[in-house]
């Protein structure tokens, strides 16, 4: 009996080849669309799970408060933190550290020399707590005395060219170090990326000015392994009590803790060891994967109904024959198992095919072997079931339901309700459509907003190098002066300066403090978070900054009391106006200690980050070691420029790597999750668009058919084509209409919310709205008009001779 109905679905489908291939390939896009949204949120929330205790791991972050009022979060904290905790809290199993070094630092292999990034001094229970797996060595032994390392296995054979390397020495930042352990490189699914581990104790003869025991400064990624079942809230209270006792070290700033399963897509603080995603872009890709499918559903419950008056005969004869309801319910849902099959086949080769190029669409290193996951074929299962129940079972029992004595009588037609279904099942796909491409344009006009906004400063043609790693003071500062003075004679070029950060750098690049004083008092006042760098007399021309009160540091003058700061700062310290803060002396005790600095000068305010953020309270000192220089190139030929850079640059440094980057490339960098986001929303929301519009192909296709009569009626009676054109166009123009009015405003609300997290933004206006349903009406009009005119231009005899 099954092949007998799969004989006849089959049949069917060969019968029926334009709606066939409007389903078949409908469905086929819809679920491979979905399958690539969910794999993709399966992995954003896949972050830290491969720890096997990351159910009782917790990150402790620091509350900055200025009295009574939050300023930020930071998620670094001081060093002694860890070891109290687990000496006071009996929950707290054990704690590990880690202090981050600034990208790039200097490694050498023999005669060979690297640059490298993301290495931390840690501590050794850093092997329990995040269970890293040894290759080679011992983790009893690792990262317990000082100058000792742990590379993982990428970057052992990156520097030896093997992986065993146990007992071998490296040379870091002129340092010698002996490697104890190679590990096996961190998944991709982690917040906390590392190349190189080094032992925490290194940290004080190697930075004098560290103190283990100190809360001057909070430095440190701070993470304990909790007691199984430890409850947040309750551990949270603790921590406030704790902070409360510490008030004269930490002056009202208060610790929290969190979860780390929730610090990839729920955290967005300052000194985020990398870029996190967003949960609410999960939350809006997972609706987005939901429309995109009930619209591919949608499709194939409209056309199997509106074929209901050509099925219907059918069912009468097989009804008159013996066929009881539960038959012809078996029959049309196998017809829909079929369909499905050749969608879902479809749907895995094109999964298969694209996901190379979804995977660099999102920028995310997406696991590519996924037919090895088990959880994905439960998945791809449940869509398969899910679309032959839900895009099935209503065609069959509307179907199954003809009565044969009216049917055979001739006397039948598509009934009222089903045909205000269909309307209603089009409505939603057109305001699901809507609502797609309202949220693509928004993402795409905003992240445009970005780039383009006024900055305070001038970025272009401006080539940032990495300096290099200095072990004379005094031989280096002369060095650096003559590569700088060597460079300001090359024609191409404008301007250099020195500076200890740049624009757009990771805030790890930047000092900062809470503790600030004014004048003459004495009591510290814990407040704002200041960030501040060193940067030399040409860096606020260079970079095309604008000096809005005071003066400029001068080189070769007694600068190391003197400070710069910018509008944001001058606010955030109290004073009336930037001309009130010039000659103004303020203590930064941080950095440093009981020693007032005069402010000379107070520069616009500048986005040192992007405009996605508010404008940071930037402090400037002299730079006396800059550790990069930034390049100011005329207009011409860029790679004839870096080519006379880097000959300079061997001349003076010749035993450092030459490293550089262009600044305005890198400050990009902070837009690229935006510019996936709108790449994301613009193919999806485009394949909504597919997918509806060939419902609606074959919507049309249907109907048209239907009304070859009369449409030859009409025209012998004297209808232009226009007027047939505008009479069957009309009611799918009405259904468009009525779509964009319960569309727009569910957009409107989206597009507020996603907007709000924004310090700079755009402003919903009416065009972002209307331009998105013109298109869609547009796209509607073109669909249905197709074949309305070929239809309207033929013969009505043709027409008038069908029965």
Not at 751 to 779: C, G, H, K, Q
Request: charge should be neutral.
């Amino acid at each position: 009996m099954l092949r007998n109905y799969l004989l006849i679905a089959y049949r069917n489908i060969l019968k029926s080849k334009l709606f066939s291939f409007v389903n078949i390939f409908g469905l086929g896009i819809g679920m491979a669309a979905f399958l690539f949204i969910i794999h993709y949120v399966r992995f954003e929330r896949s972050y830290e799970n491969f720890l096997p205790h990351a159910d009782n791991i917790y990150r402790i972050t620091y509350d900055i408060y200025k009295g009574s009022e939050y300023v930020v979060t930071d998620c670094e904290t001081h060093a002694p933190m860890g070891p109290m905790l687990k000496e006071k809290m009996p929950e707290v199993v054990d704690f590990v550290r880690f202090f981050g070094l600034d990208n790039h630092q200097f490694i050498q292999v023999g005669d060979q020399k690297f640059l490298e990034g993301e290495m931390y001094f840690t501590d050794q229970s850093v092997f329990k707590i995040f269970s890293l797996q040894v290759l080679h060595g011992k983790a009893q032994n690792a990262l317990t005395a000082p100058f000792q390392a742990v590379l993982t296995e990428s970057h052992a054979r990156k520097y030896f060219g093997r992986t065993n390397v146990a007992g071998e020495p490296i040379n870091i930042n002129k340092q010698n170090y002996q490697i104890t352990a190679v590990i096996a490189d961190p998944p991709a699914n982690t917040h906390l990326p590392y190349t190189v581990l080094l032992s925490h104790p290194t940290l004080l003869p190697t930075r004098p000015w560290y103190n283990e025991q100190g809360w001057n400064g909070n430095n440190e990624y701070t993470y304990l392994l909790m007691q199984p079942g430890t409850n947040l809230a309750t551990f949270n209270k603790k921590l406030l009590d704790v902070s409360l006792s510490l008030k004269d070290k930490l002056g009202g700033s208060r610790y929290t803790a969190e979860p780390i399963r929730d610090i990839h897509l729920y955290s967005n603080k300052t000194y985020e060891p990398s870029a996190n995603g967003s949960a609410k872009v999960v939350k809006f890709l997972l609706i987005v994967a939901g429309f995109i499918i009930l619209i591919a559903w949608v499709n194939y419950i409209n056309l199997s109904t509106a074929r209901a008056v050509e099925r219907a005969r059918e069912v009468g004869i097989r009804k008159v024959m013996g066929s009881v309801r539960k038959q012809l319910i078996f029959q049309f849902l196998s017809e829909s198992v079929l369909v499905n099959a050749l969608a879902a086949l479809l749907a895995v080769s094109l999964f298969q095919i694209a996901l190379p190029l979804f995977r660099e669409l999102t920028g995310q290193p997406l696991p590519l072997r996924v037919t090895a996951d088990p959880v994905f074929w439960y998945l791809f299962a449940g869509l398969y079931i899910s679309g032959v129940l839900l895009s099935g079972i209503y065609p069959a029992f509307v179907l199954s339901s003809f009565r044969p004595a009216t049917v055979l009588k001739g006397k039948f037609k598509s009934s009222v309700h089903g045909q205000y279904l269909r309307k209603a099942l089009v409505v939603f796909q057109f305001a699901a459509t809507v609502v797609l491409i309202v949220g693509m344009s928004t993402v795409y006009l905003q992240v445009n907003h970005l780039r383009t906004y006024d900055l305070g400063m001038n970025i272009d043609q401006t080539v940032v190098i990495r300096a290099p790693l200095r072990t004379n003071d005094s031989v280096f500062t002369s060095a650096y002066q003559s590569f700088k003075n060597e460079l300001l004679n090359h024609t191409n070029i404008q301007g250099v300066s020195r500076s200890e950060s740049f624009p757009g750098s990771s805030l790890v690049e930047v000092n900062t403090t809470s503790f600030t004083r004014v004048g003459q008092e004495n009591q510290e006042n814990g407040g704002y978070e200041y960030y501040f760098y060193s940067v030399d007399a040409d860096f606020i021309k260079t970079m095309g900054m604008k000096l809005v009160a005071g003066i400029n540091f001068e080189d070769g003058a007694e600068n190391h009391d003197r400070i710069i700061i910018n509008e944001e700062a001058v606010q955030r310290l109290g004073f009336a106006d930037a001309q009130e803060a010039i000659g103004q002396r303020v203590t930064f005790r941080t950095r440093w200690p009981g020693e007032p600095s005069t402010i000379i000068g107070v520069i616009k305010n500048f986005y040192h980050r992007s405009p996605k953020e508010d404008h940071l309270p930037m402090v400037f000192d002299y730079v006396d070691y800059p550790d990069y220089f930034a390049v100011r190139l005329k207009s011409g030929d860029t790679h004839q420029a870096i080519a006379s850079i880097k000959t300079t640059w061997d001349q003076v440094f010749p035993e450092n790597v030459f490293d550089y980057f262009f600044l305005d490339e890198q400050y990009e960098q902070q837009f690229k999750s935006d510019m996936r986001f709108g790449s994301v929303m613009a193919t999806f929301s485009g394949l909504a668009v597919l997918i509806a519009c060939l419902g609606l192909f074959g919507l049309s296709s249907y109907t048209i058919v239907q009304r070859t009569k009369e449409i030859g009626i009409r025209k012998v009676l004297g209808a232009s084509v226009a007027q047939i054109v505008q009479l069957l166009t009309s009611d799918f123009v009405r259904v468009v209409f009525i779509a964009s009015l319960i569309g727009l405003p569910i957009a409107y609300v989206a597009m507020e919310d996603w907007l709000s997290n924004y310090s700079v933004r755009i402003n919903l206006n009416v065009l972002m709205f209307i331009v998105p349903v013109a298109t869609i009406l547009f796209i509607a009009l073109v669909t249905v008009s197709f074949q309305t005119i070929q239809t309207a231009l033929e013969n009505p005899s043709k027409a008038l001779k069908q029965e």
